[in-house]
């Protein structure tokens, strides 16, 4: 219970203690062992950012090739490339690190209230893991010797007799990296949300936007597994000589469909739900009022997430499966539809009786609202068999995924970064640049991707390099390559509004938006330690249902770094654990894990002496640390926590 | 289903849709809301009935955000947190709501999709022709089957068709994954090894309809394509009994060097032409090759110009096809191309 | 904001820094992991019925089953291992560093011992994972549990490594404790892909 006490330290004083325990290591070095979830959670959004930019930049080409029948920008083989690395690029190397690993990472401890997010040293590993396997890939693109088999690298097309070389290699073994990425941050996201809350921060105080996070990282845990085993089957055949793909020696084709949209559906939901997630919380900060229907949302979520996992065969529905299970699968992707309805209906009632704010941010969930339906509502066609087997593989397909991914995830994107600049930097961004950035994005979206419908209901397939002008489809190209001008150009704009911003916008102080969760408590940016006392929450939005003296958490050692562990369900304290500082270790793991990897593309031995150095690094990552950090004395004294 | 009113909801949606679907396109020309049959029209019908369903939900839901957004506004300054129970009890009424009619939308489109999914699926039991496809990197291996060998057709890339008779197409794969795709006529259907699949239509009106290969199968994906040919029943019959020949005997000088030519070269590894010695199954078969629209899977059209072009450089047109450079003096090329163009 | 103005505080410097159990954050991790690993398998489990039902003839071609000795040896080496394993779980609440340490090398035995046998076990698949698909399988399933066992023995011998050292603290001995849970999922596993390896092969 809390009581009325006088604090030993000041505020300065207990500033200074903690900075010195907390503060972020420096030089090249401290870099490198930073193991702090602000730095890592930036270090994932701004490199997932990169990865959008040089997607982006693919896409670019493709359109100008594709603006005209017969163009020759680029021939069937780099074309090929293309299209595939800026597949994967966008869903493994900017959607889902961005989305669930760049703002989870982030966002995560301190809406929980808490000084780091659990495992820091696993975090920080992911997120190095997660550079070179995109290393992986790009370099194979800049050495022409790209993935060119598409996002998805179907056999037996990527199999050894029909792709020699190493392109679906590094595409496969990318896979494995970002995959091992992404399953680390969402044990170390879900233990977080977990044990790590404030005291007074019960499951149903949490913000939505943790349990679309816990979700989220079960959702990971789950579906992960299927493309490691899918893309790591693939290798085997490749490289070993397994015949799980090769039909002639009793392996299947269909198999690896299976595998990997158990994968790639709940990938999707992966990526979308984090975007519902920022529009919940953005649109309640924005009305002034608490979301309306929290309840029916986390329910939502949950189930989008768990049905999410029942659709994948419509993907499939153009292989000739039997009709029954085709119904099944159309049945299951038209009832995933009501969960998200239901969110939407639920911004639509809190806005109605809300206190609508036109912030930027607004002005980008509205954009969402609008692209996503659409998208979604292109959805609903494509899980009727029938249309699916005139509209699946063509230009209309790519409409429709390209709505629902730019309106689910990058639009709220972008809201978030409107929102959360300021906290995460201390600077706000250029609203006027950011209308701006906003007309030009939403007009050259609408005009590239609407035209795709057309083009695919006139029979443009998807993946084709150039087209013959008496197919009748130049014009609708040349408009759907217009508009991606436009896009570009709104991107550049975010660009120069976010580096003028950093170096001259305005001073943002510690909740310019009045919001409700716990990060809009502490400094902007956060201190290396985030809260000076770890908060008590009394409701859903815990800044908003504070009272005037508010309890906080006292008796935590500042000459450590120790975070308090809560139980899962009522948040009470449990235990006071010293959590892994700054380590070079993770940095150094990932390096090794990573040279395993590749070289394991190019000789099987590679995993047993690749073995050797990443033992060692782990082993060092593991060894308890010296006597500096624990003092024998805490140990004999400290009680011990029984299992009950 | 009511002739009428899916005539209204056929006319209703194109008016809407007329500027993007180009009047000028000749019916042949492929598009998925141009049907040519019962099984791409029962697809085109479903789509509208769905489309508008869409259109409906979407409007609805783009006023009532517009709507929220007037009625709401507030100055940016006002920061005080706004609680409205007898709202919020409405808004339960309304989510509600939403929530039914959303469902029970979605149950109709399922409704639908199931019953017009099932004629589409089915392969009929009785079919008046079947036909043999088999997919290959970058071409379509095209045949008809029949239960003495020497009534056996086997073509390339077009497929003929009689109106109005009931067709089978059973489907295989010769390498990777391929898709058969004609959508004036009908939905369609991978191709996958280690897999037999075959889908049933029927085409009603007489054209020729462009399909092309709806799979990604490598670098000339792009230039994949087939038609179909649909004709009366005693145009078929004869182009039948035109195809079953061997190839028409040379009578000219000028077209025995041609053939001679062929023969001595290296198009004998991969083409079969009947009634010579070359009887290579890599490639497509040319034993009557001059009475095909279009070259090279559709790519190019059947003329002499085109054919020497495709046969000195196929790379040129279809990079890493697996057609290789034929190096020819002129007057070979000239006296080949003279033969080829009289396999009609 | 004064120091010296009295402020409603949750003091809980009382609270243990220890913990053992379910209420250990560690653990909660590696049951995290403990899933994605089964998921895995499941996945694998999956791969190999799939490919089972499309074909008549199973194992197919001239291939005999996989010889059952050491797959059998190794699971009754595996149950009896289930008991260090349950003793060092005992020994570590009581921060009893010598017998820890004694379990743990006791463990570390078994683990080798474990690996010798799955290697035999290899050997005796009666199959080369290049001759088809069901080669794959078997070697692919048996592969994936031995880089777990591999692993798992790893961390048991660092522990050992480091209960020799005096840094054995509070902590250390609940990772002792939850490395031992860690082999309960080795154990489980092995069972479970046992009945796979050598039951599909022929009962269904």
Request: proline share 5%; with cysteine; charged share 15%.
């Amino acid at each position: 219970m809390p009581v009325q006490t006088t604090a030993r330290l000041t505020d300065s004083e207990l500033h200074e203690r903690l900075e010195r325990t907390w503060g972020h290591p420096k030089g090249v070095w401290g870099w490198f062992s930073n193991v702090h979830h602000t730095a890592i959670g930036i270090r994932f959004m701004v490199t997932a950012f990169i990865f959008f930019l040089l997607g982006g930049i693919l896409a670019a080409v493709m359109r100008t090739q594709l603006a005209f029948p017969e163009n020759n920008v680029l021939g069937p083989d780099r074309y090929n490339q293309f299209f595939s690395v800026h597949g994967s690029t966008m869903i493994f190397l900017f959607a889902v690190p961005m989305m669930f690993q760049g703002f989870g990472v982030y966002l995560v401890p301190l809406m929980c209230g808490a000084r780091n997010i659990a495992f820091p040293r696993l975090n920080a590993f992911s997120y190095y893991i997660y550079v070179g396997g995109g290393l992986l890939l790009w370099i194979g693109l800049l050495l022409n010797v790209g993935v060119d088999t598409g996002w998805f690298s179907y056999v037996p097309l990527s199999g050894p007799q029909f792709t020699p070389g190493k392109r679906a290699d590094f595409w496969a073994q990318m896979i494995t990296f970002t995959e091992v990425s992404a399953l680390g941050v969402a044990v170390c996201i879900a233990t977080t949300i977990l044990r790590y809350r404030a005291p007074g921060m019960t499951l149903n105080r949490m913000p939505i936007l943790l349990w679309e996070k816990l979700v989220v990282s079960i959702a990971v845990i789950f579906a992960m597994p299927a493309v490691m085993v899918a893309s790591s089957l693939l290798l085997l055949d490749r490289l070993v000589g397994t015949q799980f793909f090769n039909p002639a020696e009793g392996g299947d084709v269909l198999l690896y469909q299976h595998l990997f949209w158990f994968f790639a559906h709940p990938d999707v939901y992966i990526i979308f739900l984090p975007g519902t997630s920022i529009v919940s919380t953005l649109v309640a900060v924005y009305t002034r009022r608490h979301i309306f229907g929290y309840t029916p949302i986390v329910i939502s979520m949950i189930a989008t997430a768990f049905l999410g996992f029942s659709v994948w065969v419509h993907h499939m529905f153009a292989t000739g499966l039997p009709p029954l299970g085709e119904n099944f699968f159309t049945t299951a992707t038209l009832m995933i539809v009501i969960p998200t309805a239901a969110q939407f209906f639920c911004w639509l009632a809190t806005m109605w009786n809300g206190k609508l704010q036109f912030k930027l941010p607004m002005l980008w969930l509205f954009g969402f609202l609008f692209v996503f339906l659409i998208g979604g509502l292109s959805g609903v066609m494509l899980a009727s068999v029938p249309v699916d087997l005139q509209v699946h593989d063509t230009y209309f397909l790519i409409a429709h995924l390209h709505y629902v991914l730019i309106g689910g995830a990058v639009f709220p994107m972008f809201a978030g970064i409107y929102h959360w600049f300021p906290k995460i930097t201390g600077k706000f961004l250029n609203e006027a640049l950011g209308k701006i950035q906003f007309w030009l994005f939403f007009v050259g979206f609408n005009v590239t991707f609407f035209t795709m419908h057309f083009l695919g209901l006139r029979g443009m397939p998807r993946r084709i390099y150039t087209y013959a002008p008496e197919l009748h489809w130049s014009g609708l190209n040349l408009l759907a390559s217009s508009g991606a001008v436009f896009m570009a150009v709104g991107t550049l704009v975010f660009l120069w509004n976010v580096g003028s911003s950093l170096y001259g916008g305005a001073i943002a102080d510690i909740n310019p938006w009045a919001a409700g969760s716990l990060e809009w408590g502490v400094p902007s940016p956060p201190p290396s330690y985030n809260f000076l006392y770890i908060p008590t929450v009394n409701g859903r939005e815990a800044l908003w249902s504070a009272v005037a003296n508010q309890p906080v958490v006292t008796g935590l050692r500042t000459d450590i770094q120790e975070m308090l562990v809560t139980h899962s369900l009522d948040s009470e304290p449990q235990y006071r654990e010293e959590t892994a500082g700054a380590s070079i270790w993770p940095f150094l793991t990932a390096v090794a894990v990573s040279a395993a990897f590749v070289g394991s593309i190019f000789t099987a031995w590679a995993v047993p002496i690749g073995a050797v150095p990443v033992t060692i690094a782990l082993i060092a990552w593991l060894w308890p640390r010296g006597s500096s950090s624990t003092s024998k004395r805490a140990t004999a004294l400290e009680p011990l926590a029984y299992e009950r | 289903m009511n002739g009428l009113a899916s005539a209204a909801i056929k006319m209703a949606g194109l008016r809407g849709a007329a500027w993007a679907l180009d009047p000028r396109i000749e019916p042949g020309r492929h598009a998925a809301l141009r049907p040519a049959g019962p099984e791409s029209a029962r697809i085109e019908w479903l789509y509208w009935v769905i489309f508008w369903i869409c259109l409906v939900v979407f409007v609805l839901m783009m006023i009532g955000f517009a709507r929220a957004a007037r009625i709401s506004s507030t100055s940016v300054s006002d920061r005080a947190i706004l609680e409205d129970p007898q709202g919020d009890r409405r808004s339960a009424w309304g989510v509600g709501i939403g929530l039914g009619i959303t469902t029970l939308a979605l149950f109709v489109v399922l409704v639908f999709s199931i019953a017009e999914g099932r004629p589409i699926e089915g392969v009929a039991t009785q079919n008046d022709v079947t036909i043999e496809v088999t997919g290959h990197q970058w071409w379509w291996e095209v045949a008809y089957p029949n239960s003495e060998a020497d009534l056996r057709i086997t073509t390339a890339n077009e497929i003929h068709v009689p109106v109005g008779e009931r067709i089978a197409v059973v489907m295989k794969s010769g390498d990777v994954i391929h898709s058969f795709w004609a959508p004036n006529i009908t939905g369609k259907r991978d191709l996958i090894p280690g897999y037999a699949s075959a889908i049933s239509f029927q085409v009603d009106t007489p054209g020729t309809y462009h399909g092309q290969c709806a799979e990604f199968c490598g670098l000339q994906h792009a230039h994949m394509g087939f038609s179909v040919v649909a004709e009366s029943k005693r145009e078929f019959e004869a182009w039948q009994r035109q195809q079953l020949q061997s190839a028409i005997e040379p009578s000219e000088p000028e077209t025995k060097r041609g053939r001679q030519v062929f023969l001595t070269h290296a198009c004998v590894m991969c083409h079969t032409i009947r009634g010579t010695t070359a009887a290579s199954q890599m490639g497509p078969d040319l034993t009557h090759v001059a009475s095909r629209n279009r070259i090279a899977a559709e790519t190019l059209p059947n003329t002499p110009g085109a054919l020497a072009g495709w046969i000195l450089d196929p790379q040129s047109i279809k990079p890493g096809n697996h057609m290789a450079a034929n190096a020819l003096a002129g007057d070979e090329l000239e006296a080949l191309i003279t033969y080829l163009e009289s396999l009609k | 904001m004064n120091g010296e103005k009295p402020r409603s505080a949750l003091d809980v410097s009382k609270l243990p820094t220890v913990a053992f159990g379910h209420t250990n954050v560690s653990l909660l991790g590696n049951v995290f992991y403990m899933t994605i690993e089964g998921t895995m398998f499941a996945m694998v489990i999956a791969t190999y019925l799939f490919l089972r039902t499309r074909s008549t003839e199973w194992p197919p071609g001239d291939h005999m089953p996989p010889a059952l000795r050491y797959g059998m040896i190794n699971a009754v080496v595996f149950i009896v291992s289930v008991l260090p394993a349950r003793w060092i779980k005992m020994r570590a609440v009581e921060q009893a560093r010598e017998k820890v340490q004694l379990g743990l090398m006791v463990l570390s035995a078994f683990g080798v011992v474990a690996m010798v046998f799955r290697v035999l076990e290899f050997g005796t698949l009666n199959c080369r994972w290049s001759d088809n698909a069901y080669a794959s399988c078997l070697w692919v399933v048996l592969g994936l549990h031995s880089g777990h066992l591999i692993t798992e023995w790893i961390e048991t011998v660092t522990l050992l490594a480091i209960s020799f050292t005096g840094r054995m603290r509070g902590m250390t001995f609940a990772d002792a404790s939850i490395n031992s849970d860690y082999w309960y999922f080795v154990v489980a596993t092995a069972l479970l892909l046992d009945l796979v390896i050598y039951g599909t092969a022929r009962w269904f």
